[in-house]
């Protein structure tokens, strides 16, 4: 199915994500891919995020989560902040749908963050159609749909370790979602892992941001239960299959961009030579760690550009920028993506967050795996010990990557043996990335799917469901 024009039908969907970057980016890409296929589409976001959106044939429309002036820092809870985003965002989506109704394109279908479960039950009481968008891994889904089900128990000690999970290698300690290893210490988040299935069998689909070669064995077994369509990666045309036109952003940035500091001392370095450090958005280290890091960096005299928010850079070693000049540029935010696909960069030392997994993936950039928590612990497994991309170094008793251990990981996946079997797998990765979006790929026949039901719907007035 090629692109159509936007107006050849009724069919109209409301794109909701959870207000952080790292569900904003994959969810408005997908909004791009239903534009791009001929389906009016409209992004809902939170007052507090709703200015950083700009994408080409969207319109966007502000919600509210009771916070408006800055989010969720501003309720600076996990539980406060989900309970007002559920009352004021049902109360704000519900107006929405209204609004639409009076027009020519009222709202048929919506797809919500699987964080938002409550945007179903709206979605429902209106009569129109709800599609789940999960922003993890299938692993991740897996994991945390079974134990929903009962079907798997959060292991209490250690000897209830390797937690076996049909689909998935057998996981250790360090290989768990946070949530999982320490349950107590993050009851609010555990519930809202958990609260993604618990009207799940309302939703008429449910797509995952992943490809059926990335993790088509992990989802066999589970399609009884999580019938869900991989229509991953979600990362901006331009780096994959190209049809987009224009496409080199997610058009959706809550910090302004530094690219051209970065690209232009890149520029000055030979192919292959830097190491791009960057912990996401979320992630704060210990000073210990950023001293680890930072040291270990400055003896592994590989050319290095570290991304550090500003609010992280005190914890730098005093006097270290200068230190470092010759070799090493420290910015407080780039382009990762155009960093990502820049000849000069040989590595990329991540935080294993999936958007960032998927776009070394996608862009073929070998990794050195320095997880904090969350789903960050089992992406770095599969990155290192499945998908074979990169190293995950090992970490003291007090969960500290030491520089020596560092060091050492940098040198596997920069120089030597190893690095080209990783570098020659990174770019095996790649292709099959770009094939699972390119036209009749896997993740393209899947949304066409999506699509071919609205537009069925929209002509005969019946769903014709995406589960069954």
Same mark, same amino acid.
């Given at each position: 199915m090629g692109v159509q024009s936007i107006h050849n039908n009724n069919v109209h969907v409301l794109v909701i994500p959870y207000p952080a970057q790292g569900h904003i980016s994959p969810l408005?890409? =997908?909004?791009?891919?239903?534009? +791009?296929? !001929?389906? /009016? %589409?409209?992004?809902?976001?939170? @007052?507090y995020t709703v200015k950083s959106i700009t994408a080409p044939n969207i319109s966007v429309e502000?919600?509210?989560?009771?916070?408006?002036?800055?989010?969720?820092?501003?309720?600076?809870?996990?539980?406060? =902040?989900?309970?007002?985003?559920? +009352?004021? !965002?049902? /109360? %704000?989506?519900?107006?929405?749908? @209204?609004?639409?109704?009076?027009?020519?394109?009222?709202?048929?279908?919506?797809?919500?963050?699987?964080?938002?479960?409550?945007?179903?039950?709206?979605?429902?009481?209106?009569?129109?159609?709800?599609a789940a968008f999960f922003t993890n891994s299938a692993a991740v889904c897996n994991i945390?749909?079974?134990?929903? @089900?009962?079907?798997?128990?959060?292991?209490?000690?250690?000897?209830?370790?390797?937690?076996?999970?049909?689909?998935?290698?057998?996981?250790?300690?360090r290989d768990l979602p946070s949530f999982i290893r320490f349950p107590e210490s993050y009851p609010a988040y555990m519930a809202m892992k958990l609260s993604q299935f618990s009207n799940l069998n309302l939703a008429d689909w449910m797509f995952v941001n992943t490809f059926q070669a990335l993790e088509g064995e992990v989802m066999k077994g589970l399609t009884e239960l999580f019938p869900a369509k991989l229509i991953g990666p979600m990362v901006p045309s331009a780096y994959l299959d190209?049809?987009?036109?224009?496409?080199?952003?997610?058009?959706?940035?809550?910090?302004?961009?530094?690219?051209?500091?970065?690209?232009?001392?890149?520029?000055?370095k030979p192919s292959k030579s830097v190491a791009y450090i960057s912990f996401g958005s979320m992630v704060s280290l210990t000073q210990e760690q950023i001293e680890e890091i930072a040291?270990?960096?400055?003896?592994?005299?590989?050319?290095?550009?570290?991304?550090?928010?500003?609010?992280?850079?005190?914890?730098?070693?005093?006097?270290?920028?200068?230190?470092?000049?010759?070799?090493?540029?420290?910015?407080t935010w780039c382009n990762q993506l155009e960093l990502l696909a820049h000849d000069a960069v040989g590595c990329f030392v991540t935080h294993c967050g999936w958007n960032s997994t998927l776009e070394s993936l996608s862009l073929g950039v070998p990794v050195v795996c320095l997880p904090?928590?969350?789903?960050?612990l089992p992406d770095a497994k599969f990155l290192e010990e499945i998908w074979e991309v990169g190293v995950r170094p090992k970490e003291d008793e007090n969960g500290v990557v030491k520089r020596e251990e560092f060091v050492l990981s940098l040198?596997?996946?920069?120089?030597?043996?190893?690095?080209?079997?990783?570098r020659k797998n990174a770019n095996e990765w790649k292709k099959l990335a770009r094939d699972a979006v390119s036209e009749g790929g896997s993740s393209d026949k899947n949304i066409d799917d999506f699509v071919d039901q609205l537009m069925d719907n929209d002509k005969n007035g019946h769903l014709i469901s995406g589960k069954k």
């Open positions: 408005i890409q =997908f909004a791009k891919r239903l534009v +791009s296929k !001929g389906i /009016k %589409t409209t992004f809902a976001t939170t @007052h502000p919600i509210s989560d009771g916070f408006d002036e800055s989010g969720f820092s501003q309720a600076n809870d996990v539980e406060l =902040f989900l309970t007002s985003f559920k +009352s004021n !965002g049902s /109360k %704000t989506v519900s107006n929405l749908i @209204h609004k639409y109704q009076k027009t020519s394109t009222p709202i048929t279908c919506i797809v919500y963050d699987s964080f938002l479960p409550w945007a179903l039950d709206v979605a429902k009481k209106h009569e129109i159609y709800g945390f749909c079974r134990i929903h @089900h009962g079907l798997i128990e959060i292991p209490v000690k250690v000897d209830d370790l390797p937690l076996i999970v049909p689909g998935i290698p057998p996981l250790n300690c190209g049809r987009i036109k224009g496409d080199k952003g997610y058009g959706a940035n809550l910090w302004k961009p530094l690219s051209e500091d970065c690209i232009n001392w890149l520029e000055t040291f270990g960096l400055k003896e592994s005299e590989v050319n290095f550009l570290w991304v550090l928010r500003e609010s992280e850079q005190g914890k730098l070693p005093k006097g270290y920028k200068d230190l470092i000049k010759e070799k090493g540029i420290i910015v904090q928590w969350a789903d960050q040198k596997i996946v920069m120089e030597g043996e190893r690095s080209e079997v990783i």
